[in-house]
């Protein structure tokens, strides 16, 4: 049985770029831990129209990747606590720790997260820095492998083209739950009535998944 831990910083990261994968693979077995590093509590959006207050964003960023992972199928959520918009500053020996107690914990056969400076967001770049550094510590016979999500404007000068695509065509239901629960952070007007029809619109927008396979040395 394929055991997947997917590290990302925050709610809602994983709806776009991978839920369609992880949905496939759940439903050809798979174990997903998923450990998200924040809550996203420094998130601008309140909803629109606005629902959330600063002070109520975290419970309800939290409340919507409960139910993001429900629709995901997702068995295991961690929610490690640290503070969104900071990571890059957070201790690293902290920071490296518990994701590899996690790993220690499950022994994942394969891991998910961003591909460290070529994710945009601090927040991403430093999580997937974390994932990198811990995971190098891994004899190299017994890393798993890492798959990364990356999305910078410099992608294919920097790192060249994906090398893993998945076909989430058949999952796109699964994926348009995940990406609605995020309802504080977006709204994807063509989504909303998504259960009367996908259109070839959507499969090509959202039905392809791509990744990054890191290049341990």
Known sequence: MERILVVLPHPDD???????TLAKHIKNGAHVTYACLTLGEMGRN???PPFATRVTLPSIRKKELEESCRAIGIQ???LLGFHDKTIEFEDQELLDGKIDA????IHPTMIFTFYPGY????????CGAAVVRTVARIPKAERPPVYCLAFAKNLEQGIGRPDVFHDVKDF????????LAHRSQFQVAELLNYDEQI???IQDRFGTERFWTYPFQ
Do not use: W, Y
């Open 14 to 20: 994983e709806a776009f770029g991978l839920s369609g």
């Open 76 to 78: 295991d959520l961690r």
């Open 199 to 201: 259109t070839k619109e």
């Open 102 to 105: 996690i790993i220690q914990e």
């Open 46 to 48: 309140m909803g629109n």
């Open 172 to 179: 796109l239901p699964q994926k348009i739950k995940s990406i």
């Open 119 to 126: 994710s945009v967001h601090p927040d991403h770049d430093a």
